[in-house]
Structures are given as C-alpha cells and as structure tokens.
C-alpha cells in the first residue's frame, strides 16, 4: 500500500493563489506518473494535471497558464501551485500516483482536500 497525504488546501478569494502538496510515503521517482484530479459537487472527477516521470506535464485546458505542477524528489512531494484562483475552481483535489508492478499499473489516491474559491 502507498500512502499520500494532501495538505494546502483552504478557502481563498477570486483571484488568489494556493499551493497543494502531496506526500508520497516512498520515492516519487517509483511511480510511473503522479497527478492532481479534482471533483466537484454533483459533477465527475476530472483530471487536472499530471507529471511523468520524465518531467513531462499535462494540463486541463481550463487551467493552463494558472496552474503547474511540479515535483521534489528529496521531499517525496508533488505540489500543484494553483494562480489566479476563479470560484469554478472549487472541489476537493485528490492527489494519485501510478506504480508499475508485475501484475500491472496500480492506481493510489489521497484522502482529499477541499479548495474553496469565493467571487
């Protein structure tokens, strides 16, 4: 079992800026790729960015040029900074990662955490 653990979410204005971390009980260079989804109530859980190991990233069209993710491997963290914050934003954001094993990808999740964007 692989443990992530969000923190940083919180309640900030239109406009704002925060920056959620996610830590990885492990080496994050282990995981084939690790990303940032989010969901929002009464709607399905979407994929809002993702890092490979590579470095390579990928970005929900809605959030490029506001968001990045980026990751340390010294930390065993990926964080998804989070600028110029609009009220659609708001959802929980969970954080995964996809580790390659001998019987195939496995899919961990964090617990969540809740991003509150007021207008």
């Known amino acids: 079992q692989v443990q992530l653990v969000e923190s940083g979410g919180g309640l900030v204005q239109a406009g704002g800026s925060l920056r959620l971390s996610c830590a990885a009980a492990?080496?994050?260079?282990?995981?084939?790729?690790m990303g940032w989804y989010r969901q929002a109530p009464g709607k399905e859980r979407e994929l809002v960015a993702v890092?490979?190991?590579?470095?390579?990233?990928n970005y929900l069209d809605s959030v490029k040029g506001r968001f990045s993710i980026s990751g340390d491997n010294a930390k065993n963290t990926v964080y998804l900074q989070m600028n110029s914050l609009k009220p659609e934003d708001t959802a929980v954001y969970y954080c995964?990662?996809?580790?390659?094993?001998?019987?195939?990808?496995?899919?961990?999740w964090g617990q969540g955490t809740q991003v509150t964007v007021s207008s």
């Open positions: 995964n990662a996809d580790l390659l094993t001998s019987l195939g990808t496995r899919r961990y």
């Open positions: 492990r080496n994050i260079v282990s995981f084939t790729a």
């Open positions: 890092i490979n190991r590579a470095g390579s990233t």
